[in-house]
């Protein structure tokens, strides 16, 4: 029966080869110190950030629906933090292809495929990572160049910025989109309406009306301004409501009732205006020019509170924006390293004397292996089998 090996027998084994394992370790040891002496010095710039905006607001979901099938492609998934969605930003095509065009990376990494540079950036070059508990994200470039991994950690922080701030936002974004529209609109139609009051003042003369026709036409304006208003907020809502919504069901239904009402006070308007007696003095007793001035004084009095309730509504919506969109705030900007990140020649020459070690002691496991075969002959028969069976001699 075959005995085996001890420690001691061991020991004898790797004593007997101690000149094999000490040459292996002293070349692999020279040679990770030679490499470590003549490899590149890399250097690694760092830029922290702090992602900032509203708790109450799902900014991932609302920047996925924005972007699309790029969310994915960069790597940023539905329930990733604030953190994971600015570092798939960084590593997206959009920041990479302008650091890399800002540095003329193509030359300094003689790169031939923006591929290939594209790849080289996003493994080698940029290295982004969160703290879990701190939220702060840290943006780390290794360059060879000190001065230019700085400028272009900070460069990378820039271009993120540009980017968050040019997406469109969650629901907050499209009513500021939408109100300024309405705005603008707005605007233009009172200007419109308040040229033609000032035109017809010079033509006719008639500069006022009496108070009853006054009270009277300014109610009918109040309530149509209601109405138009309810009717724009409606047009809002549908652009990210459904017909089920209940915050449109219940717009509907209060727009339904201020028709409702401005229908009767139209009714009474056009019953005093035929009747020759009333509470109300009749509209047939006003003179002609008087009541069209009134008429366009109307529609002014209607463009301006339908201007005021634009404004308001836009001012509402830009507010919400700036609660709602993430803000990249810089905590430590990038400075020029002034020690190597890489490479570590401490680090590399002890991890290649234990390579070398370890070979060595395996070489000598080896050689006894086939040493003690070939001693032993049914080992040695088995043995020349083998080397028969792999023999291409006939």
Known sequence: MKKEPTM????????RKRYL???????FGCGALLYSLLAAKIYKAECRILPSSSENVNITAAIMSQMGGLASLAGISGGATKGELLMGVLRGQTVVDKIIDQFDLMTVYEQDYRVKMREL???????????????????????????RAAAMANAF???????MQSLAIGEAAQRRIFFEAQTLQAHKALGEVEDELQKYQEQSGVVAAEP??????????????????????????????RGDNPSLKRAMSELASLRSELKKLEQQEQKSSNEPSGQMASL???????LEYQRRLRDVQFAATMYELMLKQFEAAKIDESREAIYVQVIDPATPPDYKFKPKRALIVVFSVLLGLCLGMLWALCAYYIENVKNDPDENK???????????RK
């Not at 001691?8 to 004593?15: G, M, N, P």
């Not at 009853?212 to 309810?230: D, F, G, H, N, P």
């Open 8 to 15: 001691f027998d061991l020991s004898i084994i790797f004593l």
């Open 382 to 392: 088995t043995l020349e089998e083998i080397k028969s069976v792999f023999s291409f």
């Open 157 to 163: 922080v820039d271009e993120l910025k540009n980017v």
């Open 212 to 241: 009853q026709l006054q009270a009277l036409v300014a109610s009918i304006t109040e309530l149509r301004a209601q109405v138009a208003a309810k009717e724009v907020e409606i047009s809002s809502l549908r652009t990210y409501a």
């Open 21 to 27: 394992i000490a040459c292996l370790i002293l070349i």
């Open 284 to 290: 047939r007793e006003v003179p002609q020019l008087g």
């Open 121 to 147: 950036a996003t493994s080698d070059i940029l290295h982004a990572t969160e703290d879990v508990k701190s939220g702060i994200v840290t943006v780390a470039v290794l360059d060879e160049d000190p001065e």
